[in-house]
T-cell receptor, first 115, second 115 residues
Framework: EPEVTQTPSHQVTQMGQEVILRCVPI?????FYWYRQILGQKVEFLVS????????KSEIFDDQFSVERPDGSNFTLKIRSTKLEDSAMYFC?????????????FGPGTRLTVT | GDSVTQMEGPVTLSEEAFLTINCTYT??????LFWYVQYPGEGLQLLLK?????DKGSNKGFEATYRKETTSFHLEKGSVQVSDSAVYFC??????????????FGKGTHLIIQP
C-alpha cells in the first residue's frame, strides 16, 4: 500500500540553524500539507501546497518557514532560523484528486529538537 | 475560527466494552468531518469520514454520524479490543475553497483498553 514517507525521523539542531525536513508524498497525489504537534498539544496545520504554489497557510507559517517541491517527488519544509519553540513533531500529508482532496494521508513524522 | 472539541482522556475501558468518544465542532459553512487514529510511534491514520449532514462513516467496527443539529461527530464502537488502544483525533475540513484546505484537529483522546 502506498504511503507517505518522511526523513529524518529525528533531527536535533541548535537554535538559529536552518533545517530542512523532507517528505515523499504518495506518488499520484496532488495536494500536500505540513502540520506540527508540539508535545502534549494538538496537531496544528501549517501550510498546504497545490499546483506548485502555496494554497493555504496558518498564522504559524511566518517568514521563517518555506516549502518547496523541488523535483516532482519530494516536498520539503525549511525553517530558516530555528527557535526553541519550533521543537515539535512535524507531519507531512498528501491527498489525491480533487474529489478526494479531503482524505489526507499522513507520514510518520519528523521529531525536531531545537537546543 | 473553526474549532474541534473532544473529550479529554485518558479513557480506560475493559476489552469488549462499548466505546463513545465525544466530538463537537464549530465551523462556518458545511465542513467535512474525520476521525484519525495514532498508534504508538506511528503517524496519523484516517479512520473514517463524513462529508455531509446525516452521513455515517464507518471502518473497522468504528462508526460516527455527522449531526448538523448538534454539531457533533461522536465516535462509537460496540466492542473494543486491546489493539484499539491508541490516540483518537477528531478533525474537520472547512472546504471553503477548491484548494487544499488544512484540517483543524481536536486535542486527541488517549484510549487504553485493558484485557
Amino acid at each position: 500500500e502506498p504511503e507517505v514517507t518522511q526523513t529524518p525521523s529525528h533531527q536535533v539542531t541548535q537554535m538559529g540553524q536552518e533545517v530542512i525536513l523532507r517528505c515523499v508524498p504518495i506518488s499520484n497525489h496532488l495536494y500536500f500539507y505540513w502540520y506540527r504537534q508540539i508535545l502534549g498539544q494538538k496537531v496544528e496545520f501549517l501550510v498546504s501546497f497545490y499546483n506548485n504554489e502555496i494554497s493555504e497557510k496558518s498564522e504559524i507559517f511566518d517568514d521563517q518557514f518555506s516549502v518547496e517541491r523541488p523535483d516532482g517527488s519530494n516536498f520539503t519544509l525549511k525553517i530558516r532560523s530555528t527557535k526553541l519553540e519550533d521543537s515539535a513533531m512535524y507531519f507531512c500529508a498528501s491527498s489525491g484528486t480533487a474529489s478526494k482532496r479531503y482524505e489526507q494521508y499522513f507520514g510518520p513524522g519528523t521529531r525536531l529538537t531545537v537546543t | 475560527g473553526d474549532s474541534v472539541t473532544q473529550m479529554e482522556g485518558p479513557v480506560t475501558l475493559s476489552e469488549e466494552a462499548f466505546l463513545t468518544i465525544n466530538c463537537t465542532y464549530t465551523a462556518t459553512g458545511y465542513p467535512s468531518l474525520f476521525w484519525y487514529v495514532q498508534y504508538p510511534g506511528e503517524g496519523l491514520q484516517l479512520l473514517l469520514k463524513a462529508t455531509k449532514a446525516d452521513d455515517k462513516g464507518s471502518n473497522k467496527g468504528f462508526e460516527a454520524t455527522y449531526r448538523k443539529e448538534t454539531t457533533s461527530f461522536h465516535l462509537e464502537k460496540g466492542s473494543v479490543q486491546v489493539s484499539d488502544s491508541a490516540v483518537y483525533f477528531c478533525a474537520l475540513s472547512a472546504g471553503s475553497g477548491g484548494g487544499a484546505d488544512g484540517l483543524t484537529f481536536g486535542k486527541g483522546t488517549h484510549l487504553i483498553i485493558q484485557p
